[in-house]
Structure formats: structure tokens, C-alpha cells
């Protein structure tokens, strides 16, 4: 608190121009775990601990210019206890290779400082930043807050804005998030540090068009034994890894119809991106057409990928993706099967898309049907034998003044091709011809927000997905999954929320509290002023996968209880 009033205080003297922006999120989170130690004591909360996460960010403005701060801390409390007399920490925070002048059960980290000035039409920034060119095929480091990934460039850039032309240059090395704000903080690593560097042009006003290109060429750190990680500004005078080089081509109302188009080509230069196979070069193409005629909006989308997400092989384990092109998909239906097609490195196909505008921005429908060819095996592919992919999806969005609905409903296939098997093991190839199945997913989802008790407002979140697996090498079960929230909005900035969770995945790594497939929990909320947000929630929701702009991450269960605090001043 005394830090910041001596920010407000520098900030008055500055002039009558400076304006000093704060926002602080605090979380306090009480985890319920199973005991490492043999059911002796008697002591049933034995594994249970606590950790309390604050990020604070601060934005000094004055004048042309920017300075930016976000301060991470985490610490971990009844994280410990005595066995034969020697202690021994249930969950390690910071290992070895993390200086931490807290101890090991807190870290403090300067995660992200920048300083932003205007000077006429190009503005300079040091520090940290995002960048993204195009539809994010050659580069895509942008935060991600949904599924708790925020990767920046450490380093320098510039944007500026002639006339027709706009000019944007960056380099930098990554500088991954180390404290997490929504999952559990384990083992908190140091960003290796893989340097990127790219630029890009774009034309404005030829004619309809508009037209861009780009360039970025990346070196990612390595590992001296897979002990301290090493990399950071090093890696400038080390050998590049991947070059990418694409254009784009953006333009509206030719033929009535509003286009876009982006291709890439990868030069990799480093056989660990392919784990050791031969190399070859890389290529992406997105397309997209979109139609107004009368009441219905018409979208054509299409994409064309190989070994273009082989660009994130060696950032996967780290949690984050260099490049993240259009995926198609709808993703409140991704399951760990699907999850694969997202990062396939040989996947083609496209999706039509159509809505209909019954009363213009209050009730339109629509309809959307996907279709793609995966020829990729390898990753996270659960199939040994390419698929083709046919996912109609249709729903309803009537947003009106008392009430709001969003309904969607679909059902994928994953039809596998045939595949030929040596099965006598002689090496002979018999012809052998078999039948993989199909994987199927059946899903609904329904948000709906309608009035409750006169002036009080009431919403309902509900999802249920079913899936049926075609034949693996080693066969996977069938499962169902669903959840539940009913939300009521009470006067004076009050809200009581309830959720149920159920899955019956066996690759879902969390049990609920509830019994072993059912979770339950509750939420107060309550908002004082438009700028603070107090949480208090008690219970458990499952692991699973959360995709968020074409990213996937596996998310970890929790049980336990969780009290946060945002606001801004």
C-alpha cells in the first residue's frame, strides 16, 4: 500500500497530464489433498495446504508516454511436515534453479516492465510486449488469459503509421509467465528464453485491397543435460532454427463478397524440431469469403497446415505456442481426442458457416458444417490411420431485453481409413484390411439469462457432451460429460452461483467430491463499485481440457476453497 501511494504522489507532481492506473488480483486458495504419508494419525487434513497469489499491475501515463509494471507473488502456507524428524515440503514451489529471495515456499518476480513513447506517427516501445502478424500462422505471442497463458517479447519494437504504410519491427526473447494466476503453482521454472525477431509491411488502399507481408525468424534455447536451463539474450549469436515468410491479401466488396487470404512458408534449419527425422520445409494457407445477401451472412473459411505447428514442438512443454493459425473448430466441443487436430502437422479442409438475421441483432439462427482431411499420426493422435472429420454444428442467439439465449448443437465424426496389418508379425504385407471405426462426439450447450422475482436476473449455463472412441492400440473407454450453473443476480452487486460437474472420462485426472464422477461447488460474488469484484467459492470442478482463440491446455481439478480480490483504482 505505501508503494503505491508514492506512485500516486510521483504521479501528481508529474503535471496535470499524468494519470496513474492500478489494478491488483488476489487470490487466497485452500487446496484439499490426499495425505503422503500411511493413514496413521488420524489427522484427515493432513496434505491439505493453502497458496496466496497477488498480480499487480500499474500504468503510469504521461504525456506520449507509458510506463508499465506487473509484480507477481505467490507463497505457499501448511505446505510441510516432520517425518523421522526432518521436514519435508509436500509441494516443492521453487526448485533449485530459481533464485527466490523469499525462501522456497515464496517467490517475487518482476514479471513484466515496458516503456512506450509516441514520437509523431511510429511509437517505440522497450520492455515487454506481444506481437502477432497476420492470422497468428508465422507468429502469435499474445496473452491468453482464459487458460492462464501469457507469453511476452522481452526486448524492443516499433510501430509506425505512414500514411498508407504501416511499418511494425520486433525482437525479443520470450518471457513466459512464471506465477499462475488461476492453477496451482508448482515447481515455478525460468523462461528459457528463445529469441524471435520479425517484421512486417502492410499497403492500404489499393483500390479494395489491402496487402501485407511479413517476416519472422526464431532461435529457441536448448538444455545443457536437461538440468539449468539456459538460452536469453544468448541466443542472438546462436544458429536460427525456423524462418517464416507469408503474405496476406485483404479485400472487400469485390463481387460482393469480403476476402481474405494468408500464406506461409516454414525454412526449418534445426533437426530437433523434428525429433530427429530428416528435414523438410513447412506451409500454411487460410482462407475466407464472407456473403451479406439479404438477411443471411454467408462465411466460407478454409486452411491447409503442414508442419507448420511443428514450429511449437519445442515450447509445448513450457505451455505455450509460437504460432496459432485459424483452427475451424468449435471449442466448447474439443475433447482429448480432438484436441489433436488442433496442432495437427498435416491437416486440410474448411467450414461454411450461415446465420440469419430473423430480427437483425435480436433472434438469428445458424448453421455450420466442418469438414477436414488429418493425415497426421503423430503428437497427441490417438487414431493410427488418417481421418476425415464431418462436425455439422447449429444454434440459436436471441438476445432480447429481458432475455438472452445461446444454444449450439452438433455431432462430430472422425471416420479413420482402413488400415492394412502385418498381423503373423512376418513382415509380409497381407493386405490385411480392418476397420478403425469412427470416433463420435454428440454435444449441446445452452446459456440462458430470463428475469427472477420481478427485477432480479437469473442465468443458467448447462453443457452435456457424449463420446463414443473407434479402435485405438490401446483401447480407450467411452464416456460422458456434463456440467451445470445456475447464477442469480441479486440487488446491491450481490450474486449466488452454483455448479455441478460430472464425467464418467477415465482420462480426466481429478475425482470429484461429490462421489467419484460428480462434482459440486458454490459462489458468492459481490461487486461494491464497478471496480472491485470480491469471489468466495467452496467445492471441487474436474480436469479437462479448455481451449481458448485456437489454444488448448489441459487444466487441473480443484477442491478446496477459494477467496479473490480484483480491483482498480
Partial sequence: MLSLMCLSAWAVELGDDAHLAVNDDLELRLYRGDSPLPDTTGAEDLGDYAELVNRLNAQLFWGVNQLGLQLDTVALFANSYYLDDELVLEHALVPDTVQSPLGDQAFINVEKVWYTRRLGDVEVQVGDGYAAYGRGMALNLVRNVDIDVDTSLLGAQANAALGDWDLTVVSGITNRQQVLQDNPNVLISPERGHMVSGARVDRYGLGPANVGAHGVVYSFAGDDGGTYPYGGFSQYGAELDAMVAG???????????????????FAYQSEELFSGDELSNGYAA????????????????????????????????????????????????????????????????GRV????????????????LAVFRDRDLGGLHFNQAPETVVHPVGGVDWIGDTLKLLTNVGYRVDRRDGATLDVDGDGIDEANQIDLGADRLAHVDVDFRFPFFADLGAEVSADVKRFWWGDNRIQQTDFTEGTLALAVHMHGGWTFIGYQDFTDNPLVQSSGNLDDHLYGAAEVQYKPNSSTTIKAFYGAYKAGIRCAGGQCKSLPGFDGARLSVSTAF
Fill in 286 to 349: 487460410y482462407a475466407s469469403a464472407a456473403a451479406y445477401p439479404g438477411k443471411v451472412t454467408l462465411l466460407f473459411e478454409g486452411k491447409h497446415y503442414v508442419d507448420a505447428y511443428r514450429l511449437n514442438s519445442l515450447v509445448v512443454a513450457d505451455g505455450y505456442a509460437m504460432v496459432n493459425g485459424p483452427t475451424l473448430e468449435y471449442e466448447r466441443a474439443v475433447t482429448e481426442d480432438s484436441a489433436a487436430a488442433l496442432g495437427s502437422n498435416d491437416i486440410s479442409g
Fill in 353 to 368: 458457416r450461415a446465420d440469419l438475421a430473423v430480427k437483425p441483432a435480436v433472434l438469428i439462427p445458424y448453421a455450420s
Fill in 247 to 265: 503474405a496476406t491479401v485483404e479485400a472487400f466488396g469485390i463481387g460482393g463478397i469480403d476476402w481474405f487470404l494468408e500464406g506461409d512458408v
